[in-house]
């Protein structure tokens, strides 16, 4: 009786094979069920820094897009980093209208992805970086975060990376979870927390946070709230004043905060609202080393939004780093790219980083 020859799989098939056991009905399934009287149509996409970004919400191909996005940190990362991705719970959601319903008050379910260096020396403290994503209604992307990710972890940072509530890839009701500049901040800093206590050799003294766009946002909300719990913060054009913002954006921009399911009213009708979500009016709280980058011909947040937040800043006395980029080529994404500025751009960042986090390889 002859044996038959096993060979092995084609790596395009081993890649995605997972996804062909996943049936219509499971993608249908995927995520929590819409809220009662929440609406299912989907605001139009915008671009991608501040604006929505990613697959439409709710329907199979922003699931399915999600899981095969996840599958390329492993063929983008997976020589140099040990990859997870794990859940934990974060504050319930503040909408629910029927909060006497099954479960309307449980904590939320929230999903992070963690990255560890292969090569690093557990047997020492070492440090942790938080990398929160760009976009109102977008997630960790490969396409834009990949090589960014990739340098830190190079660099011998461990990373976690959060997709807090309004994030794309995990159904409708968890995009209409989102809660803009409020709820999301608590999801990154609890992420934090998780990767502390799950691994202990991770320093809790050399903690950083890094966030473009409306990262950054997320970036300065969390160290205004929490000052001693970070040791240095990098925000990268950050949308910095809602106020402003919703004054230059156009109807269905705005509309993603007006929705029913978010803050329900426009700036006209509630600017203390807009303002309280809005690191401008937070100035006052900065005790954490901070360095800022802006460019003057960003297309997405507009320089005067990042000018409003220096000038408050010095306002209040605080020290800080920044630098305005005068018409760097690539706009929103100047340094996000591979050009020579880029480059040199991330350069300045991670010296930065390192003034403060001490990584065992810092940028050369």
Not at 39 to 61: F, V
Not at 80 to 102: F, L, M, Q, R, S
Not at 175 to 204: A, C, H, T, W
Request: hydrophobic share 35%; proline share 8%.
């Amino acid at each position: 009786m002859s044996s038959a020859v096993r060979r092995p799989l084609p790596t395009t098939f081993r890649l995605f094979a997972p996804l062909l056991l996943l049936t219509p009905l499971a993608f249908a399934q995927e995520g929590p069920a819409p809220r009662a009287g929440a609406p299912s149509g989907t605001p139009p996409a915008q671009t991608p820094g501040g604006g929505a970004g990613g697959a439409q919400p709710g329907g199979n191909s922003d699931i399915v897009l999600k899981r095969i996005d996840d599958l390329l940190w492993y063929q983008k990362l997976g020589d140099i980093a040990e990859i997870d991705k794990d859940e934990y719970t974060g504050p319930p959601d503040e909408h629910v209208k029927n909060k006497k319903a099954p479960g309307a008050t449980n904590p939320i379910l929230l999903h992070c992805y963690t990255f560890i260096p292969k090569n690093l020396d557990r047997s020492k403290k070492q440090p942790l970086i938080v990398f929160v994503h760009q976009g109102v209604h977008a997630s960790l992307d490969t396409s834009i975060d990949a090589h960014l990710i990739r340098e830190l972890v190079e660099q011998g940072y461990s990373i976690v990376a959060t997709d807090y509530r309004g994030s794309t890839g995990y159904g409708n009701g968890f995009y209409q979870n989102i809660d803009y500049g409020g709820r999301e901040v608590d999801d990154v800093y609890l992420g934090m927390k998780f990767m502390l206590e799950r691994y202990s050799f991770l320093d809790p003294k050399r903690v950083g946070i890094v966030g473009w766009s409306h990262g950054g946002l997320i970036t300065l909300m969390n160290i205004f709230a929490h000052p001693h719990d970070y040791a240095v913060a990098y925000a990268g054009v950050p949308v910095s004043d809602l106020v402003a913002r919703m004054g230059y954006e156009p109807d269905t921009y705005r509309q993603l905060y007006s929705a029913p399911y978010h803050l329900g009213e426009d700036v006209h009708d509630d600017i203390a609202e807009y303002r309280k979500r809005s690191p401008v009016t937070h100035a006052k709280e900065l005790d954490t080393p901070l360095l800022i980058h802006t460019n003057t011909n960003d297309e997405d947040v507009n320089y005067l939004e990042v000018e409003h937040l220096i000038q408050a800043l010095k306002a209040e006395g605080k020290k800080f780093d920044y630098k305005v980029y005068d018409n760097a080529p690539g706009g929103h994404y100047f340094n996000r790219m591979d050009t020579p500025l880029a480059i040199q751009s991330r350069k300045e960042v991670y010296e930065f980083l390192a003034k403060y986090l001490h990584p065992d390889h810092p940028t050369p």
